[in-house]
């Protein structure tokens, strides 16, 4: 059985210690692809909140930690499948009083070559 799809990786998105504050922060830009699979990064010395909707925190990750979130692996066609969709933003900010002061958070995403 062959599909004839194929999945690559996005560009990263990254954003440094010294640019997260007490607010929400945009890490990288915008989705442009739907992602079969995405992993948040903290690699800071501090925890941090996500959110894709710039208001509400919606995951939190504790100082170096990290989570992938594989929301397509029981579907190898895209029928039916759930993807994190195109045009998403994600941010990120500290949760404590006290800022990260050393290394970076990223998200990284596993898209369909060639198409959305």
């Known amino acids: 059985m062959s599909y004839g799809k194929k999945v690559k ?3 990263i ?3 440094a210690f010294g640019d997260i504050s007490a ?3 945009a890490v990288g830009g915008v989705t442009t692809k ?3 699979a995405i992993k948040f990064t903290n690699n800071t010395d ?3 909140y996500f959110t894709d909707d ?3 925190d919606q995951l939190k990750l504790p100082p ?3 989570q992938v979130w594989d929301v ?3 579907k190898p066609t895209s029928d039916g499948a759930q993807f994190v969709g195109v045009g998403v933003q994600f941010y990120c900010r500290h949760i404590t009083a006290l800022a990260p002061t050393s290394g970076y958070v990223s998200i990284e995403c596993l898209i369909i070559a060639g198409g959305n």
């Open 54 to 56: 710039n208001s509400e």
């Open 13 to 15: 998105r990254e954003l």
């Open 34 to 36: 739907n992602a079969r």
């Open 64 to 66: 170096n930690s990290f």
């Open 72 to 74: 397509t692996s029981n």
């Open 9 to 11: 990786f996005d560009v």
């Open 23 to 25: 607010t929400h922060a």
């Open 46 to 48: 501090q925890a941090v």
